[in-house]
């Protein structure tokens, strides 16, 4: 089912955030949500979430779907390994198959099981955040500035990994870069 | 604190010694054997009371007594903390308690309960009091400092409970909860030590240490005074060892 954003308000403080928002969210595809900085992005995501209430205004299409999110912080446990913090939101997969997966990531070289991320690179954190989202048994995946901070090379290679273990879900991606709407196939693009 | 700043922080044995070394040395100068005793006597008097069974069932009595309240302290007081972490009338209820309890001298309190319960509650009652509210207070801090972005986290991915207490508000509570644990320790042992000493109940460290000062027998004083320090450190390693045991085993 697609997901119906029919014009939503959100406002801070007095500070008018989203202002009668509406769109349409096609299933299994890929939207891209393209704004600059403050333009209401992610409180779009948090309202999605059921984070945040809109002031006015309804989202439908939201029942039965498990949502994964890449936020814009990390949100890691950091005194736990890269694998504790995928089995977090994936408890149906291996460890082996958590290496698998951050191994795709460009993370071989440090001890997944053992080492905890808080001696992990702001890089390296980040890709585990991702592969958390992408490992989680969830069809609706947001994604909030998910390349942020990513070093061009590395950015591709975690944008193809995102690509193929995304594939058949609904995905929102949520940034400022045009460049990166383009790598990861947006279908649809809705500029805030 | 860092690793660093924990081993500056260690008691060392030279140290120990060093200051033991003094003692002793003293007792060169100092002339009055009534009231002064040397490190060396206070070992040999306590090495003739250890094969009596008196010591032992004494010890034992106190350990129950004394341990027995600081127990209920943890329990009580983490599943209090809990309570009004959640519900917010249940923390506005135990604020003025909590603070009170905090505040008043120890004395009184022992004062007060040697009034209403048994001299062989008592140490417990006072034991239970003192730490209380320590680790009331340490366990609610450790709950209101839970990172709120990570329990977003944890209801966007809908974690369940038992893994979110598991993986995200255990280990944020945890060095809370294992600094109230040291502290309570300590503290229960003094106050529920004072509160046999006022109580002197059959069978108990208190009832030595109130003979002792009837009958100026200071070596006695020094040895149950030792005792009673080795049993609120060995309480405090014991209480953090089966902490760290059980944090690790749920965590696994």
């Known amino acids: ?119 992990f690179s702001g890089g390296m954190k980040r890709r585990v955040a991702i592969a958390r989202a992408l490992a989680a048994d969830g069809n609706l995946l947001l994604l909030d500035e998910p390349f942020r901070g990513l070093d061009p090379e590395t950015k591709e290679k975690v944008m193809e990994c995102c690509l193929r273990r995304s594939s058949g879900k609904t995905v929102i991606l949520v940034t400022h870069d045009e460049s990166e709407t383009a790598a990861m196939r947006a ?5 805030l | 604190m860092n690793k660093e700043g924990a081993s500056k922080n260690r ?37 003739r009371l250890l094969p009596t069974a008196d010591f032992w069932q004494t010890v034992g009595r106190s350990y129950l007594r ?30 003025p308690l909590m603070l009170a309890i905090r505040s008043i001298p120890v004395v009184s309190f022992v004062i007060l309960a040697i009034i209403l319960v048994s001299p062989r509650k008592l140490a417990t009652l006072i034991s ?12 609610l801090d450790g709950i209101d400092e839970i990172d ?11 974690i369940p409970a038992m893994r979110r207490f598991r993986f995200i508000y255990l280990p ?48 006695d004083l020094f040895a149950w005074t030792l005792v009673i320090v080795l049993l609120s450190f060995g309480t405090e390693k014991l209480s953090l060892f089966l902490v760290d045991r059980v944090a690790r085993a749920v965590q696994k």
């Open chain 1, 1 to 119: 089912m697609d997901i119906v954003i029919d014009r939503i308000s959100k406002s801070y403080g007095g500070k008018l955030v989203l202002d009668g928002f509406s769109a349409v969210i096609p299933e299994g595809k890929t939207t891209a949500v393209l704004a600059p900085s403050g333009a209401g992005k992610t409180t779009l995501l948090r309202i999605l979430t059921g984070l945040e209430k809109p002031d006015s205004g309804s989202v439908q299409g939201l029942e039965g779907k498990k949502i994964s999110m890449v936020f814009q912080e990390d949100r890691l446990l950091l005194h736990a390994s890269a694998v504790r913090n995928i089995l977090l939101t994936a408890p149906q997969l291996t460890a082996a198959e958590c290496r698998e997966l951050l191994t795709e990531m460009g993370i071989a070289e440090r001890d997944q099981e053992k080492e905890p991320v808080l001696n």
């Open chain 1, 187 to 191: 279908d649809r693009i809705i500029r």
């Open chain 2, 11 to 47: 008691t060392r044995l030279w140290a120990v010694l060093f200051w033991l070394a003094v003692w002793q040395a003293s007792g060169f100068f100092i002339e009055d054997r009534v009231f002064f005793v040397t490190p060396v006597q206070v070992a040999v008097h306590l090495a």
């Open chain 2, 66 to 95: 004394i341990t027995g309240g600081f127990l209920l302290a943890v329990l009580i007081g983490t599943v209090l903390a809990c309570l009004s972490a959640a519900f917010i009338r249940v923390r506005e209820l135990l604020s």
């Open chain 2, 128 to 139: 239970f009091t003192m730490g209380l509210p320590i680790l009331y207070t340490n366990t």
């Open chain 2, 148 to 158: 709120r972005s990570m329990k977003e986290m944890a209801d966007v991915f809908r």
């Open chain 2, 172 to 219: 944020e509570v945890l060095p809370y909860f294992r600094a109230g644990v040291r502290v309570a320790a300590g503290l229960c042992w003094k106050a529920g030590a004072a509160a046999e000493v006022i109580g002197v109940p059959a069978f108990s460290i208190g009832l030595h240490l109130y003979q002792a000062k009837i009958y100026i027998e200071t070596a």
